[in-house]
């Protein structure tokens, strides 16, 4: 292992990217390097490997026109949405601004902050990426219908992780049903109705009063986000890892900020015991996966009838998750999730070993099979920037 003071990939020359981004699709005929049975599970069933509380490293964000900033001026901060009378979670659909979802971002932003970070020379970590891959290695023994692929690469010891946006998954963004999109603008508008731009114990009372009453017309803008970038170790993996972060509780902590951030998500009512059993099956998982790894206590859910009116918000403590659903039928358990995503992240260790940026391979599940490939791509136009690169070898 490189010492802390040696960046992985410091004295290398490497090309500069190409302009094309566009990942290559495997031939139906190549065959993997190598295989990896999810079943049976009871091979997850351990102990839970050791899980080091997340430590920031920096944060950054992206202003109303997708810009990258380095600062803190999307932080937003938490205060309660109004119950009486209900809001509308679908109310300002036709105003939003949408992202454009098209455009692939690859791991650009945590890059770009972590060519930033590297002015300090921080030591390296054995897999970078964002949250939502790890999250995804999180939940497929429990979520094994869901297709999923990914990009790795190895520069010195440490490897990167991008989603492969799938041709199905780039359509499905484009063509979204018109249920769907108004579920997924609720999550948004449910957020602007949590949320606040300055601590509420900073403001007078007026001022407080005008915030919360602007924010129920507040359009809806995609672009917006505030991002986490912290480090932390599942099993023997040092992982850096960036996370988009909701809100905070009060003020951002100096010591461990994300104790007091908080996640935010929707869900429709849970009028029956199917729904109920739904939630705590596919939507309890997710939200713990994310939350824990990103070291997060809190979930707030906000439930919406049929026609999007907000009916209730609950808090969940992201530690109570697995105990929920212990000794309950066909649930998620959490040391399976954990013992799979790290000998998953194994897996990838030995099976990504030629080193370069330009230098690729695939990571897929397929839910036919059941099973975890990796593919070598061969070169390819690399999706770790040349910013960064540079920042290595300086």
């Known amino acids: 292992m490189a010492s802390s003071d040696q960046l992985p990939g410091s004295k290398r020359q490497l090309p500069q990217p190409p302009a094309a981004t566009k990942q290559p699709r495997l031939a139906p005929e190549m065959k993997p390097l190598a295989r990896f049975a999810l079943h049976p599970l009871s091979k997850y069933r351990l102990a839970c490997p050791q899980f080091k509380e997340p430590r920031e490293l920096l944060s950054f964000s992206y202003d109303d026109q997708r810009q990258m900033q380095m600062d803190n001026r999307q932080l937003r ?3 309660p949405p109004q119950l009486d009378p209900p809001l509308s979670l679908y109310a300002g659909i036709e105003q939003q601004i949408l992202r454009d979802s098209s455009k692939n971002e690859h791991i650009d932003g945590l890059l770009a902050a ?3 970070l590297n002015q300090d020379r921080q030591e390296p970590a054995d897999f970078v990426m964002y949250r939502g891959m790890l999250t995804r290695l999180f939940v497929t023994p429990f979520s094994t219908r869901d297709r999923w692929s990914m990009n ?3 520069v010195g010891q440490t490897i990167y992780v991008e989603e492969d946006l799938l041709p199905e998954k780039l359509a499905e963004r484009q063509n979204l049903s018109e249920q769907h999109q108004r579920a997924t603008y609720g999550g948004y508008k449910f957020e602007s109705l949590c949320m606040i731009d300055a601590p509420a ?6 001022q407080l009063a005008a915030k919360l009453q602007a924010r129920e017309s507040a359009i809806v803008n995609t672009n917006s986000e505030y991002c986490s970038v912290f480090r932390t170790q599942l099993g023997p993996h040092a992982l850096i890892l960036g996370a988009e972060v909701d809100c905070v509780d009060g003020e951002k902590l100096d010591e461990f900020p994300a104790r007091g951030y908080r996640e935010l998500k929707t869900s429709r009512v849970l009028d029956s015991d199917r729904a109920q059993h739904s939630f705590e099956r596919y939507k309890l998982l997710k939200c713990w996966a994310q939350s824990f790894i990103a070291g997060i206590p809190r979930v ?6 049929d026609e999007g009116y907000l009916r209730e918000v609950r808090d969940i403590r992201t530690q109570d998750m697995p105990r929920i659903v212990r000794n309950k039928p066909r649930m998620w358990e959490a040391n399976v999730c954990m013992n799979f995503a790290s000998q998953i992240l194994q897996f990838l260790r ?3 070993s030629e080193q370069g940026p330009e230098v690729q391979y695939r990571l897929e599940y ?3 099979a059941t099973e975890i490939r990796v593919h070598a791509l061969g070169k390819q136009a690399p999706f770790v ?3 960064y690169m540079h920042s290595l070898s300086k």
Do not use: K, M, N, S
Not at 300 to 305: A, E, K, L, Q, S
């Open 366 to 368: 397929d839910p036919d």
């Open 300 to 305: 707030t859910i906000g439930f919406r009838d």
């Open 152 to 154: 790795a690469t190895r």
């Open 77 to 79: 901060y938490y205060q």
């Open 385 to 387: 920037t040349a910013e």
């Open 201 to 206: 114990h900073t403001l007078t009372a007026e």
């Open 114 to 116: 972590l060519a930033h």
């Open 350 to 352: 030995y099976w990504v």
